[in-house]
């Protein structure tokens, strides 16, 4: 969720912060943050369109390839000309992203300690096999 907070150049330090407070392996949440970024880029727009909306703000008339092309002129410019709509989005982000960790952490969690589980069960199998009767 940290990956797709929809601040530009802002989740590298997120994911960065989250690694460091929870002990998380760092190369592996930075290899996270860089394959979720197809998925910041197709939730950027709606987080904009629902900050819109909670702060009653007319829609920016921006699309998604002038987004990107706002992001490709360069972090200062890109905020310069976005900074409004980047704090709404960031508002919508921190209504939804909480809600959005806890579905990922409920979801996640029981998958990987049940391949956690099957992975050491095949490993003892491995190790019984090659020991020497």
């Known amino acids: 969720m940290l990956g797709v907070f929809p601040v530009l150049g802002t989740t590298t330090l997120l994911c960065l912060l989250a690694a460091v407070l929870f002990r998380l392996n760092l190369p592996a949440v930075q290899l ?69 960790i806890i579905m990922l952490y409920a979801i996640l969690v029981p998958v990987i300690r049940r391949l956690a589980h099957i992975h050491l069960l095949s490993s003892a199998h491995a190790a019984d096999i090659s020991e020497p009767s």
């Open 32 to 100: 996270v943050n860089f394959l979720v970024y197809p998925l910041w880029f197709a939730l950027m727009l709606p987080f904009a369109r629902l900050g819109e909306r909670l702060f009653g703000a007319p829609p920016l008339a921006v699309t998604r390839s002038q987004m990107l092309a706002l992001a490709h002129a360069g972090f200062l410019h890109s905020i310069s000309v976005l900074w409004l709509t980047a704090l709404r989005a960031a508002a919508a982000w921190l209504l939804v992203g909480p809600v959005g």
